[in-house]
Antibody
Framework: QVQLQESGPGLVKPSETLSLTCTVSGGSISSYYWSWIRQPPGKGLEWMGYISYSGGTYHNPSLKSRVTISLDTSKNQFSLELSSVTAADTAVYYC???????????WGQGTLVTVSS | QSALTQPASVSGSPGQSITISCTGTSSDVGGYNYVSWYQQHPGKAPKLMIYEVSNRPSGVSNRFSGSKSGNTAFLTISGLQAEDEADYYCSSYATSTFFGGGTKLTVL
């Protein structure tokens, strides 16, 4: 059974870079697509971007290139960096998995990141 | 990037059926059969309930069904149960991923 677990700081200062890691267990990080999806408190889901098993990436244009997603196959992990954060970036951040042309089927439990000074 | 449009809330009594709509465009919902639905209970991660418009993952109750007409997809829950009370999100995942704004289901 594949499991995903997010980790990283729960508090980030405005204008700094938010960094999170998703550790995948119970399966290989190869042959899948890996995504970050966030949810501000009390609001809906926002897809941020994905990285493929081959390292190709695509991010939500609304995030204006603030998003960087990377893959570490040796550790079975992938990571998110979101630069120049503001209070609007406060959210629960989820990592998720999909196959090509398939929905995001496995999700982590989510981690709350608060942007505040 | 456009979000998909869902009603903010729906409600129904135990045993009844409800339907949640999800309206997109011909570039997403209408153009492909890559529509999924998620159920989210408070404090929990979303759970995949329907994929490719009408398919259920293993373990999902057959009380949940999906369909599509034109640019609008539908999630129907029959035989409503108290445990169905949750937020429901539709998603289009063809060329990119779009989510609907979510619908809060209240079981009266």
């Amino acid at each position: 059974q594949v499991q995903l677990q997010e980790s990283g700081p729960g508090l980030v200062k405005p204008s700094e870079t938010l960094s999170l890691t998703c550790t995948v267990s119970g399966g290989s990080i190869s042959s899948y697509y890996w995504s970050w999806i966030r949810q501000p408190p009390g609001k809906g889901l926002e897809w941020m971007g994905y990285i493929s098993y081959s390292g190709g990436t695509y991010h939500n244009p609304s995030l204006k290139s603030r998003v960087t997603i990377s893959l570490d196959t040796s550790k079975n992990q992938f990571s998110l960096e979101l630069s120049s954060v503001t209070a609007a970036d406060t959210a629960v951040y989820y990592c998720a998995r999909a196959m090509a042309y398939s929905p995001w089927d496995y999700w982590g439990q989510g981690t709350l990141v608060t942007v505040s000074s | 990037q456009s979000a998909l449009t869902q009603p903010a809330s729906v409600s129904g009594s135990p045993g009844q059926s409800i339907t949640i709509s999800c309206t997109g465009t011909s570039s997403d919902v209408g153009g492909y059969n890559y529509v999924s639905w998620y159920q989210q209970h408070p404090g929990k991660a979303p759970k995949l309930m329907i994929y490719e418009v009408s398919n259920r993952p293993s373990g999902v109750s057959n009380r949940f069904s999906g369909s599509k007409s034109g640019n609008t997809a539908f999630l129907t829950i029959s035989g409503l149960q108290a445990e169905d009370e949750a937020d429901y999100y539709c998603s289009s995942y063809a060329t990119s991923t779009f989510f609907g704004g979510g619908t809060k289901l209240t079981v009266l």
